[in-house]
């Protein structure tokens, strides 16, 4: 897995403090912004403006061994090309 992410509402997120953004255009010209630590370098969240009402966090944020099991997997196919193949 390349990498794990929880959606929450976003009326339903607060965000304290600051954070830094890299805005980054996807394949398929969509665009999303993350925000990481501007001391650590850390993923706090992310937003996509195609879905201006969900806030993604990295699972990895959460100290919960229990946390749920993905249930939704973007870019399955060619992740498991890159990996199967050595390749980065």
Same mark, same amino acid.
């Given at each position: 897995?390349?990498? &794990?992410?929880?959606?929450?509402?976003?009326? &339903?997120?607060?965000?304290?403090?600051? #954070?830094?953004? +890299?805005?980054?255009?996807?394949?398929?010209?969509?665009?999303?912004?993350?925000?990481?630590? #501007?001391?650590?370098?850390?993923?706090?969240?992310?937003?996509?403006?195609?879905?201006?009402?969900?806030?993604?966090?990295?699972?990895?944020?959460?100290?919960?061994?229990?946390?749920?099991?993905?249930?939704?997997?973007? +870019?399955?196919? &060619?992740?498991?090309?890159?990996? #199967? #193949?050595g390749r980065h």
């Amino acid at each position: 897995m390349l990498g &794990a992410q929880a959606g929450f509402p976003a009326d &339903a997120v607060a965000v304290d403090g600051r #954070s830094a953004e +890299y805005v980054r255009v996807g394949d398929e010209d969509g665009t999303a912004r993350f925000h990481f630590c #501007s001391e650590c370098g850390f993923a706090v969240f992310y937003r996509l403006d195609a879905m201006p009402d969900v806030v993604a966090v990295p699972v990895g944020a959460f100290a919960d061994p229990d946390f749920p099991q993905p249930r939704l997997s973007v +870019y399955r196919k &060619a992740a498991s090309l890159g990996t #199967s #193949s050595g390749r980065h």
